[in-house]
């Protein structure tokens, strides 16, 4: 039982250390799925008397009217060796170690300083006045195993003894201490309590009117979740049909499977009436049997008459009262934390399973968000230069199997080269310019003074150019239909680079140079593609018009006159022959073109397209450096507060595969 119970308290301290605490967290939670102890009462029904009864130490704030006014979330750690301390969690570098008054060297543990804390930090969040606050308090009491206490409590009597108190009354204390087999017990069992503030019915002076409610509503986000084992405090000396705790408790546990009815202030029921039948469940029956407490009252606590005293009276009233005599042994705070305990173990083996399904599903969702958000920064220059350096061959990766294949977008280039470059030549309007009237203007203007001979050869070649020209749209066009598509690979690249998501300046300077390379690259494609055009009108060829047949052979005299040649059959089939030469060098450009362009463009942007950033890096400073790995602060206290979380469940996990292995 022990293995268990340390277990859930291992994982509940572990999740409170990393601030797991469950509500309104936007983080996994495993505090949730913990079994936890809520002690739920109206105001003075004694619960925090009963509290302090289990835990055996006098530490909660008391008074009149509302006390509790905030949740205080206790965790009870039993722990090896000597030291006794308290810790909470808005003071983690702090252990109370100064339990009692100075003038007993620090043996008798009142926990004034613990109790004076709980009040202060209280007031920090509600002021000095009588309003509640749902934020709860975290309290870890550590205490060592049970020999250690009784230790201890041999020498409290001595030194109580040499401060001449009763001698009576140190030799009682030494037997049920040390001497007595049945003696009661004070180590701390490892459990995690939380006292909620006490209900009621009517708000008071410095209250607002929703106090009533908004207490209710406080007390319900506790116990209705599944997990909450609920410690409903009645009054013995008040109608149980008007108890708050078993009202509430009702509505969130119908079954009463998770309820545990404690009944106090049995030793202030009037004369002639006794608690018999709620005790043994004929009054309001639950699952768990009743239990009734007798608590410090309050002349005792003024007394500062402490637990074990208070625990021996209570098992002497319930020993000596004839009506409870055949309940004792099941009666007293005692018994009522061995049944906390014995109940919390078979909860616990009941959740192990879903605990460790849980665990692994949330483990892998954890470790799926911490590579979603990336790795940490390093602080150093080479770090800082690595990772920058390794996001961007991540981009540019991307970037390339973009353009292979591998991932989508590089086939809208072929599609550019083989549907939009070959349909631009179609629409090019060669007849325009090979209509009858130009031919016959341009040749005629060719010729000049002295007319041709055989063959129209300026005019050919001024036909030809002016047909040629109109090709360098369609290239220019393609080039920049290419370019395009690189630029917006790039932004799917960098979408697709969850690394650059980390660092907003880094990913808008990896696109500026991405950018300008590709500008760069784009620029000098079209100096070299339109070469390509350039040349097709410096350099005709030859063999295309050598091998088309002379006019005389087509029925030609040369007794006719020059002039004669001119006419409209003549023309046509000027305008003919220019055409089938346009037509074979579009062919070729068709294929030509594309190549020029795959080449300067998007061979280079495969091969350099960060070449001029990477080289600007190695200038740059560890300020500069920093600049670019600007990560949003709440990314980096996200990440952090997940690599803790991933920590907390893979421990959890060890610890319960361990207790697992133990069995």
């Given at each position: 039982m022990e293995s268990l119970i340390s277990l859930v308290n291992k994982l509940q301290r572990a999740c409170t250390a990393l601030g797991d605490h469950g509500e309104g967290s936007t983080l996994p939670t495993l505090w949730d799925s913990l079994p936890v102890i809520a002690v739920v009462g109206g105001q003075s029904s004694g619960k925090s008397s009963v509290l302090?009864?289990?835990v055996g130490k006098d530490f909660l704030p008391r008074g009149s009217g509302i006390v509790t006014r905030r949740p205080l979330v206790l965790q009870l750690h039993r722990i090896d060796g000597q030291g006794e301390y308290a810790e909470f969690m808005h003071l983690k570098d702090k252990k109370f170690t100064d339990f009692g008054n100075s003038s007993t060297h620090l043996l008798i543990f009142c926990f004034a300083l613990v109790r004076q804390e709980i009040a202060d930090e209280t007031d920090r969040a509600t002021g000095r006045t009588k309003q509640i606050s749902s934020v709860p308090i975290y309290l870890s009491i550590y205490s060592p195993n049970g020999k250690n206490i009784l230790t201890i409590c041999l020498l409290s009597c001595l030194l109580l003894l040499l401060y001449n108190i009763s001698t009576v009354y140190v030799e009682k204390m030494l037997k049920s201490c040390w001497f007595s087999p049945t003696s009661p017990e004070l180590h701390l069992v490892n459990l995690t309590l939380v006292d909620l503030p006490g209900l009621t019915k009517v708000a008071v002076e410095g209250q607002p009117d929703s106090i009533v409610q908004?207490?209710?509503n406080m007390v319900r986000s506790f116990i209705e979740?599944?997990?909450c084992i609920i410690l409903a405090i009645s009054p013995a000396n008040q109608d149980l049909a008007t108890s708050d705790a078993i009202k509430i408790s009702r509505e969130v546990d119908p079954k009463g499977e998770r309820t545990f009815g404690v009944l106090t202030k049995i030793d202030l029921m009037d004369k002639g009436t006794d608690a018999v039948d709620i005790l043994e469940g004929r009054s309001y029956r639950l699952p768990n049997p009743w239990i009734g407490v007798v608590n410090r009252s309050q002349q005792d606590i003024n007394k500062n008459v402490d637990m074990i005293s208070a625990r021996l009276r209570e098992r002497e009233y319930f020993a000596n009262t004839p009506q409870y005599k055949h309940l004792a042994q099941n009666m007293g705070s005692e018994h009522l934390a061995k049944m906390l305990s014995k109940h919390l173990e078979?909860?616990?083996?009941?959740?192990?399973p879903g605990l460790q399904s849980l665990i692994t599903k949330t483990t892998a969702e954890l470790e799926t968000e911490l590579h979603r958000l990336g790795k940490p920064i390093s602080a150093e220059a080479g770090g800082k230069l690595y990772?920058?350096?390794?996001?961007?061959?991540?981009?540019?990766?991307i970037y390339k199997e973009h353009l292979d294949g591998a991932r989508p977008g590089g086939e809208k280039i072929y599609h550019i080269f083989d549907n939009q470059f070959p349909v631009a030549l179609k629409r090019l309007q060669f007849e325009k310019n090979?209509?009858?009237?130009?031919?016959?203007?341009?040749?005629t203007q060719a010729d000049g003074y002295q007319p041709h001979l055989i063959a129209p050869e300026q005019g050919y070649r001024r036909l030809i150019e002016s047909c040629l020209v109109s090709i360098r749209g369609p290239a220019e066009t393609a080039i920049d239909a290419v370019h395009g598509v690189l630029k917006e690979l790039v932004h799917k690249s960098i979408k697709e680079t969850h690394e650059l998501k980390q660092f907003p300046t880094l990913r808008v300077e990896v696109s500026k140079a991405a950018f300008k390379s590709l500008d760069r690259m784009r620029d000098e494609s079209k100096k070299n593609t339109l070469k390509l055009v350039d040349m097709e009108c410096d350099y005709l060829t030859?063999?295309?018009f050598r091998k088309l047949p002379q006019d005389i052979e087509k029925g030609g005299s040369a007794t006719h006159s020059i002039f004669d040649r001119y006419n409209d059959t003549y023309l046509k089939r000027i305008g003919t022959n220019v055409l089938a030469y346009v037509d074979m060098v579009c062919s070729t450009l068709r294929n030509s073109i594309p190549k020029s362009i795959v080449y300067c463009q998007v061979r280079e942007a495969k091969r350099s397209l960060l070449d001029h950033f990477f080289t600007e890096l190695g200038s740059k400073g560890t300020k500069q450096l920093s600049k670019l790995l600007d990560e949003d602060p709440e990314v980096m206290e996200r990440r952090a507060n997940l690599a803790k979380r991933l920590e907390l469940y893979r421990s959890a996990q060890a610890e319960i595969e361990a207790v697992a292995w133990t069995k």
């Open positions: 302090e009864s289990v908004d207490i209710e979740k599944p997990n078979s909860v616990i083996k009941s959740r192990i990772t920058i350096m390794e996001i961007c061959r991540m981009f540019d990766g090979l209509s009858m009237e130009n031919v016959k203007k341009l040749i030859v063999d295309f």
